[in-house]
């Protein structure tokens, strides 16, 4: 059988990037889908090469309405939700503390934040029901450590693990579990669209962000959206069921710190500037 076979999820950013890689995992791995996404035309032509089990559903997860009705969608059409993926977001508000647009800010944190909780309420008042279910969230290594991501987006993801806990103890009584994952540097199409570059341009900077981002870990390669995606598989499957309340890192070792290659270097070129008496 299948590692999600008969699930049925919504999937929030479903259209490209980790989202898509997403959506093609669960749905290879058994489950039907919901794409749930703002972009439309991407989100209907991935429903029709994937077939009857996927459909998209226009949803800007900002709007409780509109995450509402996507989550209603899946029951409509299948009969169920097991799976709750809030992964759509963006970079953000960025710049100096100083210098914060703050309507940027408020529509950052719609997106972040917002989003994340109401795909959580309308998500979990089903999986209640059900007495079942499984609540992912996309949070980030810029929520548990300094450096990785802009200031409120970093705030942001921070607030997701930390709601996902708090939600976890919650509904961990009617059988629902949350988890959040925290990627690191993932080559997808946000890092072209946070420089202002359209859909389609944004998608050329894929190839090469790969080059940039093998560098910067100790696993020298850069993070794809198959390897979220098959963390949220393993998290939205039943082998996973005694798993609540956890923020999973994966980030190649990012999060480790200092490469110890470069440290050694550092140290060496340290120690080369010193000349101890008698070796001279």
């Given at each position: 059988?299948?590692?999600?076979?008969?699930?049925?999820?919504?999937?929030?950013?479903?259209?490209?990037?980790?989202?898509e890689?997403?959506?093609?995992?669960?749905?290879?791995?058994?489950?039907?889908?919901?794409?749930?996404?703002?972009?439309?035309?991407?989100?209907?032509?991935?429903?029709?090469?994937l077939?009857?089990?996927?459909?998209?559903?226009?949803?800007?997860?900002?709007?409780?309405?509109?995450?509402?009705?996507?989550?209603?969608?899946?029951?409509?059409?299948?009969?169920?939700?097991?799976?709750?993926?809030?992964?759509?977001?963006?970079?953000?508000?960025?710049?100096s503390?100083?210098?914060?647009?703050?309507?940027?800010?408020?529509?950052?944190?719609a997106?972040?934040?917002?989003?994340?909780?109401?795909?959580?309420?309308?998500?979990?008042?089903?999986?209640?029901?059900?007495?079942?279910?499984?609540?992912?969230?996309?949070?980030?290594?810029?929520?548990?450590?300094?450096?990785?991501?802009?200031?409120?987006?970093?705030?942001?993801?921070?607030?997701?693990?930390?709601?996902?806990?708090?939600?976890?103890?919650?509904?961990?009584?009617?059988?629902?579990?949350?988890?959040a994952?925290?990627?690191?540097?993932i080559?997808?199409?946000?890092?072209?669209?946070?420089?202002g570059?359209?859909?389609?341009?944004?998608?050329?900077?894929?190839?090469?962000?790969?080059?940039?981002?093998a560098?910067g870990?100790?696993?020298?390669?850069?993070?794809?959206?198959?390897?979220?995606?098959?963390?949220?598989?393993?998290?939205?499957?039943?082998?996973?069921?005694?798993?609540?309340?956890?923020?999973?890192?994966?980030?190649?070792?990012?999060?480790?710190?200092?490469?110890?290659?470069?440290?050694?270097?550092?140290?060496?070129?340290?120690?080369?500037?010193?000349?101890?008496?008698?070796?001279?």
């Open positions: 059988m299948a590692q999600l076979e008969g699930k049925v999820a919504v999937i929030t950013g479903g259209a490209s990037g980790i989202g890689g997403t959506v093609r995992k669960f749905v290879g791995s058994g489950a039907r889908v919901v794409i749930s996404d703002v972009q439309d035309a991407r989100g209907q032509k991935l429903a029709e090469e077939g009857p089990s996927a459909s998209f559903y226009h949803t800007d997860v900002a709007e409780e309405e509109e995450v509402r009705a996507a989550v209603a969608h899946a029951v409509q059409k299948w009969g169920r939700l097991d799976v709750m993926f809030n992964n759509a977001g963006y970079g953000g508000v960025s710049g503390i100083c210098d914060v647009d703050m309507a940027q800010y408020d529509a950052t944190v997106v972040l934040l917002r989003g994340v909780v109401l795909g959580m309420k309308h998500a979990g008042r089903v999986m209640k029901d059900q007495g079942s279910g499984s609540i992912i969230s996309t949070a980030s290594v810029a929520g548990v450590g300094i450096g990785f991501g802009p200031h409120v987006y970093s705030a942001a993801k921070a607030a997701v693990i930390h709601l996902t806990k708090s939600v976890a103890n919650e509904l961990g009584e009617s059988g629902v579990r949350a988890n994952i925290c990627p690191g540097g080559a997808t199409p946000i890092f072209g669209k946070g420089m570059l359209s859909a389609e341009q944004a998608d050329l900077t894929v190839e090469l962000m790969k080059d940039r981002l560098m870990q100790p696993i020298r390669r850069a993070g794809l959206p198959e390897d979220i995606a098959n963390a949220a598989a393993w998290l939205a499957s039943d082998e996973a069921s005694f798993v609540t309340g956890h923020a999973l890192v994966v980030d190649g070792g990012i999060t480790t710190g200092r490469l110890w290659s470069e440290r050694q270097q550092a140290s060496e070129a340290r120690l080369a500037q010193f000349k101890l008496p008698g070796n001279q």
